[in-house]
């Protein structure tokens, strides 16, 4: 059955710093935080898709993280589902920060499955960063990864699970052949696909990317009702 909760929303492209921002809040409020990131799902990806540090997973009971393999075939309705899952066990006090890039996600919570959606677009916080600053974040992060070990990652996760599901293969960073400069070229490809789902698919409430902004979005327009 349905579960109805209120939560506090935060969308952006990647690299925008939306998790950091929601994690700092968070923290203020004693909230738990739910990651809506179709790439965090998956266990063992994790210098790749910029997952959280395991002690930030932990403070944060955070829900929506290393819930299948790159063997397993993953959908927004699974995501749902695992969503209700975490949520039933989230007491109603404790407040809730959903916060990603996954469109689709955002668009399960607040308006459901049917992909006819009659429903008008849903409206929600999204970042506003300029695209060059999500450029030069995407470079400076992707030389962090490279040097935390990503080739190391990517040949590991490549020997325990010689075939990849079709929606872990679109995880950038972890193709064969994937060099520093085609992960660059298709990060940027993401964060503009990004930015135009929430700018055509979401009736987006755009924010600037600092934790003063979103708070103050937060206390005029949240939280908002979601269904797991």
């Known amino acids: 059955m349905p579960t109805s909760r209120q939560a506090y929303l935060l969308a952006g492209p990647t690299a925008s ?6 994690a700092a809040l968070a923290r203020e409020m004693g909230a738990v935080i739910l990651s809506a990131d179709s790439m965090l799902v998956y266990r063992g990806m994790d210098i790749g898709t910029a997952k959280p540090p395991p002690e930030e ?3 944060f009971r955070m829900g929506g993280v290393d819930l299948v393999t790159p063997a397993d075939e993953f959908s927004a309705g699974a995501w749902l589902r695992a969503a209700a899952e975490w949520v039933a066990g989230v007491p109603e006090d404790t407040p809730i920060v ?3 890039g996954t469109g689709l996600y955002f668009s399960a919570l607040l308006r459901g499955l049917d992909r006819a959606w009659t429903k008008p677009p849903p409206e929600y916080p999204v970042l506003k ?3 060059a600053v999500v450029r030069r974040r995407i470079a400076a992060r992707l030389d962090a990864m490279f040097a935390a070990g990503l080739e190391d990652e990517k040949r590991r996760l ?3 699970y010689p075939v990849w599901s079709r929606t872990a293969a679109l995880a950038i960073g972890y193709r064969e052949g994937d060099g520093r400069e085609r992960i660059y070229v298709r990060t940027c490809q993401l964060a503009k696909r990004q930015d135009t789902w929430f700018r055509h698919q979401a009736s987006a409430i755009y924010v600037e990317p600092t934790i003063d902004a979103v708070r103050a979005c937060w206390r005029e327009h949240g939280p908002w009702n979601v269904t797991f």
């Open 17 to 22: 710093g939306k998790s950091a921002i929601a």
């Open 98 to 100: 959903v916060v990603g």
């Open 57 to 59: 997973i932990a403070e």
């Open 129 to 131: 960063i300029d695209r």
């Open 158 to 160: 490549r020997e325990q």
